[in-house]
């Protein structure tokens, strides 16, 4: 009586001692997993976490300029506000003009309009989210006798790395309203 059978498809059979062992066809030649197996899936890890680290930086400079959009927009407004209070000189002409925000007039006491001009100037033009007052902050503003106004912020949005067609980095956020 012999332990050794007859090759079945599967794989062969071989025989040690009382107990029989069937091998894959597949397995005949390989034992683990090889070296460079190991080192593409460590690359294309690799490659992956850094396509990962890319859009995380740049969905952060993303979120910066959209801060500083929407703290122009606030500033826009805030001003906005501000002539509604004071309607007789918004219609005059009296807030008309641009105003940058390293160069903020100072509030004399002369008038609302010179007093709410220097507070939106220092507060919201010179505001570190939009810019800080340096002189590529601005912010313009055209009233006309019947109380429609064009509020005009712009800023330097190099952070976001966006270049506009004109080839500039600056942003601008334009409201207009009827005070």
Same mark, same amino acid.
């Given at each position: 009586?012999?332990? +050794? ?9 071989? =025989? ?30 690799? +490659? ?26 606030? =500033? ?36 609302? =309009? ?48 966006? +270049? ?16």
């Amino acid at each position: 009586m012999s332990n +050794i059978h007859s090759m079945a498809p599967a794989g062969r059979v071989a =025989a040690a001692g009382n107990r029989t062992h069937r091998m894959c066809p597949a397995r005949l030649g390989q034992a683990g997993v090889g070296l460079i197996e190991v080192m593409i899936a460590v690359l294309v890890l690799s +490659i992956a976490f850094l396509g990962m680290a890319a859009l995380q930086a740049r969905s952060l400079s993303t979120n910066n300029s959209s801060m500083a959009r929407t703290m122009a927009t606030i =500033a826009a407004h805030s001003i906005q506000d501000a002539m509604r209070a004071d309607i007789v000189n918004a219609t005059g002409g009296v807030y008309n003009g641009t105003l940058t925000a390293d160069k903020c007039p100072k509030a004399d006491g002369s008038s609302l =309009a010179n007093a709410q001009l220097a507070q939106w100037c220092a507060n919201a033009l010179a505001n570190p989210a939009i810019g800080g007052a340096v002189s590529t902050t601005s912010g313009k503003i055209q009233c006309t006798t019947s109380g429609f106004c064009t509020i005009t912020v712009s800023f330097d949005d190099s952070k976001a790395g966006a +270049i506009a067609l004109d080839g500039t980095t600056t942003q601008s956020v334009i409201t207009q309203g009827i005070l």
